[in-house]
C-alpha cells in the first residue's frame, strides 16, 4: 500500500481521535494535529487541559496569533509529513480546523491528501455553535467525504474501514 494522508476535520467532541484509534485496526497509523504545539505555549500561559467554550477560543486564537508570528502550526504538521514519508505508517491523519489551513498544507503535500470531516449531527445540533472561528468554520470546505458517527460505537469499526477504503481506492 502507497502512504496516504488524510486531513481530518470536525467540530470538538464528534468522534475525530476514535475514528482514528479505529482506522489503526486496519492501516498503520501516525496521528498529529495542528494544535499540537500550541498547547504546550497555552499550558505555560496557564491553561489546565479543558476544553471549555472559553478555552476553544483561546487555543483557536493562540493558533492563529503563531500563525502569524512564525506559521509554528503549518512547519509542526510538514515536518511530521517528512517523517511519515520515512517512517513505516501507511496512513497519515493530520488534524487541521481551519479551511485556509486546509488548502494550504493540502497544496503543500499534493495529489496523496484528501480531507474528510467527521460529523456527529445530534451532538453538533443540540451543541450549536462553540464560539470561535477554528470549531464554527469546519463545514466551511469541500470535503473529498464525510463519516456520520451517528450509530453504535460497536458499528463504527466497520464504517470507518470501509469509509476509508472506499476514499483510497477513489
Not at 130 to 140: H, P
Not at 155 to 160: A, Q, S, Y
Request: aromatic content about 10%; hydrophobic content about 40%.
Amino acid at each position: 500500500m502507497d502512504k496516504h494522508v488524510f486531513i481530518i476535520n470536525g467540530s470538538g467532541g464528534v468522534g475525530k481521535d476514535t475514528v482514528c484509534r479505529i482506522a489503526a485496526q486496519f492501516w498503520r497509523v501516525q496521528n498529529v494535529s495542528s494544535i499540537t504545539p500550541i498547547l504546550s505555549i497555552a499550558r505555560e500561559a496557564g491553561w489546565d487541559g479543558r476544553k471549555t467554550p472559553e478555552a476553544r477560543r483561546f487555543l483557536s486564537q493562540l493558533k492563529q496569533a503563531c500563525t502569524e508570528f512564525n506559521d509554528l502550526p503549518f512547519s509542526y504538521c510538514m515536518e511530521q509529513y517528512r517523517q511519515f514519508l520515512r517512517n513505516h505508517s501507511e496512513l497519515l491523519f493530520v488534524h487541521i480546523r481551519e479551511p485556509h489551513e486546509i488548502a494550504r498544507f493540502r497544496q503543500a503535500v499534493g495529489k496523496q491528501c484528501q480531507a474528510v470531516l467527521i460529523r456527529r449531527p445530534a451532538l453538533e445540533q443540540a451543541r450549536g455553535l462553540l464560539g470561535n472561528r477554528s470549531d464554527d468554520g469546519v463545514a466551511d470546505y469541500s470535503y473529498d467525504g464525510i463519516l456520520d458517527n451517528d450509530g453504535t460505537l460497536e458499528e463504527l469499526p466497520g464504517k470507518v474501514r470501509d469509509f476509508f477504503q472506499a476514499l483510497l481506492q477513489a
